[in-house]
Nanobody, 120 residues
Framework: QVQLVESGGGLVQPGGSLRLSCVAS????????MGWYRQAPGKQRELVAQ???????NYADSVKGRFTISRDNAKNTVYLQMNSLKPEDTAVYYC??????????????WGQGTQVTVSS
């Protein structure tokens, strides 16, 4: 069974930093695009950042210059380094990934989410 497990969320003051991690485990042949979404209370889920394979990155305008997405293909892990955090970054952050369980057979997975709260 394939699953994505996020970690690294928490409470941080404005201007602070957090690093989120997401590990894909289970029967995985290879990972393709991986990314992070977030959902704030009363709002729709939105893309934060995505990284393809080979590594092309895409960011929401609201986080450009502050967040950095990266991946470790050997570990099937994607990271989100978040700097200069603002209260409006408060949300549940979800990892997602396109994972091949065998060559050419790709399914899309979501993690369970991790809470990020930016508040003084």
């Amino acid at each position: 069974q394939v699953q994505l497990v996020e970690s690294g969320g928490g409470l941080v003051q404005p201007g602070g930093s957090l690093r989120l991690s997401c590990v894909a485990s289970g029967m995985i042949f290879t990972s393709d695009a991986m990314g992070w979404y977030r959902q704030a209370p009363g709002k729709q889920r939105e893309l934060v950042a995505q990284i393809t394979r080979p590594e092309t990155t895409n960011y929401a305008d609201s986080v450009k210059g502050r967040f950095t997405i990266s991946r470790d293909n050997a570990k099937n892990t994607v990271y989100l380094q978040m700097n200069s955090l603002k209260p409006e970054d408060t949300a549940v952050y979800y990892c997602n990934a396109d994972l091949q369980q065998r060559p050419g057979y790709t399914l899309h997975y979501w993690g369970q989410g991790t809470q990020v709260t930016v508040s003084s």
